[in-house]
């Protein structure tokens, strides 16, 4: 996901898109302990993926 397709939803849709992803990144931790993790590097493209939502939620947060 891009940081720019972030930045044309609402702050109420981006919130709802890190809860999604935190959901995501959770089961894939749980299968990666389990060994059923068929790409291990899904994981990294997650972490990254909640990270940029946060920062466009922070933005959008200063900018009010």
């Known amino acids: ?3 720019q397709e972030l930045r044309d939803l609402s702050p109420i849709e981006v919130e ?3 809860e999604q992803l935190e959901g995501e990144y959770f089961n894939l931790r749980f ?3 389990m ?3 068929s790409n291990p ?3 990294r493209e ?4 909640i990270a940029k939502a946060k ?6 947060k200063r900018a009010k």
Do not use: S, W
């Not at 997650?46 to 993926?49: E, F, P, S, Y």
């Not at 920062?55 to 959008?60: Q, R």
């Open 31 to 33: 299968q990666h302990k």
């Open 55 to 60: 920062t466009v939620l922070n933005e959008m």
């Open 1 to 3: 996901m891009k940081a």
């Open 35 to 37: 060994g059923q993790l």
């Open 16 to 18: 709802g898109q890190v």
């Open 46 to 49: 997650i972490r990254r993926d």
């Open 41 to 43: 590097l899904r994981i």
